[in-house]
Nanobody
Framework: QVQLVESGGGLVQAGGSLRVSCVVS????????MGWFRQAPGKERESVAA????????YYVDSVKGRFTISRDNAKNTVYLQMNTLKPEDTAGYYC??????????????????????WGQGTQVTVSS
């Protein structure tokens, strides 16, 4: 089993920055990748970014490219999402997810929430205009 605990959300003005963190515990050696998703009220869950656990390959949804950075610290078993130049449309619950087994090319798999086996409880990010 793998447990994920997010932290770091909050309220920030447009143009500001936040960093959300996800501490991973349990059978981390079985993990292939980590992802961040977000979901706003009344909207579908959206993939934001992903990173392979060991290789460090990263992927981003177009709307956050150049503003968000996903990274991992394997020594701390922690995955980060640094969010800069935040916009009101970034307001959502942000969820950390762990992928245990890759099915298909990661370049497309990372976007599909069904590919992930474990989820955190989420942390709220609110960007005021």
């Amino acid at each position: 089993q793998v447990q994920l605990v997010e932290s770091g959300g909050g309220l920030v003005q447009a143009g500001g920055s936040l960093r959300v963190s996800c501490v991973v515990s349990g059978r981390t050696l079985r993990l292939y990748a980590m992802g961040w998703f977000r979901q706003a009220p009344g909207k579908e869950r959206e993939s934001v970014a992903a990173i392979t656990w060991n290789g460090g390959s990263t992927y981003y949804v177009d709307s956050v490219k150049g503003r968000f950075t996903i990274s991992r610290d394997n020594a701390k078993n922690t995955v980060y999402l640094q969010m800069n130049t935040l916009k009101p449309e970034d307001t959502a619950g942000y969820y950390c997810a762990a992928m245990g087994r890759l099915v298909g090319p990661f370049s497309s798999a990372w976007r599909r929430w069904g590919q992930y086996d474990y989820w955190g409880q989420g942390t709220q990010v609110t960007v005021s205009s």
